[in-house]
């Protein structure tokens, strides 16, 4: 087999999502420990926009974005024994390049989904239910009767947090920014949606864990919006800070966390968790498992491949809800 002709959509500078341009190149044969994919969905995640615009760098530029696709097995390499020519595959994390049709990657990166979890449901939920593991597991071990908080409880990864967390037997608030995502977070099983908006959230949730708290609160906003999150943990429990939406976080004093609070703030990254080839491919396996039993992926955006800056936009002004998902 010789080389085949691909599109991907990547930068030449680092930018706004006017930056994204279409690249065309050639995709040798799978060189040996790697496999060809021809890819039927890729998702979009906030890391991506990370990488756009410049926050997290590319290992060069020009260069191709993205962290998580699926689609079915072209061609193998020399050595490749454990996945074969047509069976369905989904990969997460690094190294960035699954914004395209055609791509190789090393055979440890690649997982075979389960008949039960269709190619959208994996390009959606891979980097987003490892990150849920990650922080339900790692960060702080969630128990029954336990109490969550997450900003953007409607979004991509909210959605897969709230069921993950409700099945722990944990109580669940979250945050949305109109009633219709407060009903798809409720339906997901949020205990209570705080219209950002028009309500004090800080003073929600504090009420919520019983006066002093929650256990756990998850915040991707970051800016300001981090500090005054860490107002809504009770004594002992931990805030984590998972990205930075509304702009950088400021340094925070060690004041800010006791000896009064008595608080931990963690700052996990699930990028730096898949790098280790082991975990990701256990957390990983975990959470096919969880979505080949029901845990629900909502796709609230389709787009074609080529419309990229489009998913970027939308993501940025707040306007998809559930997972946005890319098809070659």
Not at 60 to 84: C, F, H, K, S
Not at 112 to 120: G, N, Q, S, T
Not at 143 to 164: N, S, Y
Not at 264 to 289: E, F, K, N, T, W
């Amino acid at each position: 087999m010789g080389q085949q002709g691909a599109y991907q959509i990547g930068i030449d500078n680092y930018g706004g999502a006017d930056a994204l341009r279409v690249f065309s190149r050639a995709v040798p044969p799978p060189a040996p420990g790697e496999v060809q994919i021809r890819q039927t969905a890729v998702g979009v995640n906030f890391v991506d926009i990370y990488f756009r615009t410049g926050l997290h760098r590319l290992p060069e530029l020009p260069g191709v974005l993205g962290v998580e696709a699926a689609g079915v097995v072209q061609a193998v390499g020399a050595d490749v024994t454990d996945v074969v020519a047509g069976q369905r595959v989904a990969y997460a994390g690094l190294p960035t390049g699954s914004y395209t049709n055609l791509r190789n990657l090393p055979v440890e990166r690649v997982l075979r989904l389960p008949d039960r979890v269709p190619d959208e449901t994996a390009a959606g939920g891979l980097v987003r239910g490892v990150t849920a593991w990650m922080l339900l597991h790692r960060v702080r071990e969630i128990k029954a009767g336990d109490t969550v908080f997450v900003h953007a409880a409607a979004g991509g990864l909210g959605l897969i947090v709230v069921q993950w967390a409700k099945a722990l037997g944990a109580r669940v608030i979250g945050t949305v920014r109109t009633p219709e995502k407060a009903a798809l977070a409720t339906a997901h099983g949020l205990d209570q949606a705080v219209l950002y908006r028009n309500e004090d959230y800080v003073e929600a949730v504090r009420a919520f864990g019983g006066g002093a708290g929650v256990d756990l609160a998850i915040d991707g906003i970051g800016g300001d919006t981090l500090k005054r999150t860490l107002g809504v943990v009770k004594p002992f429990g931990v805030v984590a800070s998972i990205g930075q939406v509304a702009g950088p976080v400021d340094a925070i004093s060690i004041d800010e966390l006791g000896p009064a609070r008595s608080i931990a703030l963690a700052r996990p990254s699930v990028i730096g968790l898949m790098r280790d080839s082991h975990q990701y491919r256990a957390a990983a396996q975990i959470v096919l498992g969880k979505l080949a039993d029901g845990l629900k992926v909502e796709t609230g955006t389709r787009l074609p491949l080529e419309r990229a800056a489009e998913a970027h936009t939308l993501m940025e002004t707040g306007g998809t809800k559930g997972s946005v998902i890319l098809m070659p």
